[in-house]
């Protein structure tokens, strides 16, 4: 069957991810992707989706609620999917004000649209930080969905007010909703500010490698298509109301994580410099995905050892990508985070 699927954020890192696993899985979809190119969305990204005619692209703010009003009124979407918004931690704890604008007000604004125009099915993808952190010393514990929402930075804070906006809107106003929470992804157009493609991109130019604090924290890593999948299933099989936790039982301590990137690139571990600290630094992710996993047959079908060795390989092929991004604004922004460390 024909549908039509919004998605917003489509430029970014999953999003993007997300855009070309449904046009290559539906090829009789439209999907329209609505993004406003904050610095981490980059419409190059797009190049080859943009070739689609089943794909369209639209710069608009998810706070802009005219826009979007208008445009959902001409598209009449089956499906809403919500990736937009502000999502790394360290920008969270220099500036939280934007975090709380798109990631809480965004969402709220394409509800409200969703509401207005009776979207059937709305889907907000959210993140296992809602639930705040797990010590070391319990490997015997894990985020259920059921885990009480416990923030730690200003980023999952605002996720977290967005999922409890959501909830509350399923509950008033019966709004066809449903929640993701996904563990850390990995994959191809991650933007190099995050930890995996930042240390790709450092070791590859012989650069000093920044390792926050002892480097010890442990996050739970899912190849990128595999919560493309995820989504998959629950916008079309997924229960209204519901929360479901996506996450591949792949916890590793960020220091591995560096150590393996180096020696898959054949450079020295002299290179990795421990540094500050992050503000509230979580300590462990882990996610328990048994909901998904028995209720929607969801399973990760990549193992981290194949799907570093694809994320390296791909950032080794892509440079023109990453050079293009790390020669503009981010540069800025990068001296200003770790200058002086
Ligand atoms: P990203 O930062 O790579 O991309 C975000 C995209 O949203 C960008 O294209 C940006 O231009 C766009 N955007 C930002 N503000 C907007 C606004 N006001 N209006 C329209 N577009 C806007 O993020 P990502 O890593 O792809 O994450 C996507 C979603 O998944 C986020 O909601 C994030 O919280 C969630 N998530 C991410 C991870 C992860 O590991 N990266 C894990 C779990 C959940
Ligand atoms: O868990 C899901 C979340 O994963 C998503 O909701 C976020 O949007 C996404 O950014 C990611 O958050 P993290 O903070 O876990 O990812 P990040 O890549 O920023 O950092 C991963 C770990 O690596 C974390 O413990 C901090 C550490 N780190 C990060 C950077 C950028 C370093 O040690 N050095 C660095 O330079």
Redesign the pocket.
């Known amino acids: 069957m024909e549908k039509t699927i919004i998605v917003t954020g489509g430029a970014g890192f999953i999003g993007s991810n997300f855009v070309y696993y449904m046009l290559n899985k539906y090829p009789n979809y439209k999907i329209v992707c609505v993004d406003c190119l904050t610095y981490a969305g980059n419409l190059s990204t797009l190049k080859k989706a943009l070739e689609n005619p089943n794909f369209r692209f639209e710069k608009l703010n998810i706070c802009d609620k005219e826009g979007i009003r208008k445009l959902f009124s001409e598209v009449k979407p089956d499906i809403v999917v919500n990736f937009a918004?502000e999502?790394?931690?360290?920008r969270s704890i220099e500036g939280p004000e934007i975090f709380v604008d798109t990631n809480i007000k965004g969402t709220q604004t394409l509800m409200e649209v969703c509401r207005e125009l009776n979207v059937p099915r709305y889907h907000q993808v959210?993140?296992?930080?809602v639930y705040g952190d797990l010590p070391l010393d319990r490997p015997d514990l894990f985020f259920t969905e059921t885990t009480p929402i416990h923030a730690s930075?200003p980023?999952?804070a605002s996720?977290a007010g967005a999922d409890l906006l959501v909830l509350a809107y399923c509950r008033t106003f019966k709004f066809p909703a449903t929640i993701s929470r996904?563990?850390?992804?990995y994959g191809p157009y991650h933007f190099p500010?995050?930890?995996?493609p930042?240390?790709i991109i450092n070791a590859l130019a012989d650069k000093p490698?920044?390792?926050?604090?002892d480097?010890l924290?442990?996050?739970?890593w899912l190849y990128v298509e595999d919560h493309c999948k995820a989504i998959d299933l629950i916008i079309h099989n997924g229960k209204i109301g519901e929360v479901y936790n996506v996450g591949g039982h792949n916890e590793m301590a960020?220091?591995d994580?560096?150590k393996l990137i180096l020696k898959k690139l054949d450079k020295p571990e002299s290179l990795i410099t421990f540094?500050e600290d992050?503000k509230g630094?979580?300590r462990r992710?882990a996610i328990d995905p048994t909901k998904i996993s028995s209720e929607l047959g969801w399973l990760p079908d990549t193992k981290f050892a194949d799907g570093i060795e694809k994320t390296i390989d791909w950032y080794l092929s892509h440079k023109d990508w990453w050079e293009e991004i790390i020669s503009g604004e981010y540069q800025n922004y990068y001296s200003k985070?770790?200058g002086g460390k």
């Open positions: 918004a999502s790394h931690v360290d959210s993140t296992d930080e930075s980023y999952s996720k996904c563990s850390n992804n500010e995050k930890l995996i930042l240390m490698l920044p390792v926050y604090g480097g924290n442990v996050r739970d960020n220091i994580i560096v540094v992050r630094h979580d992710y985070m770790y």
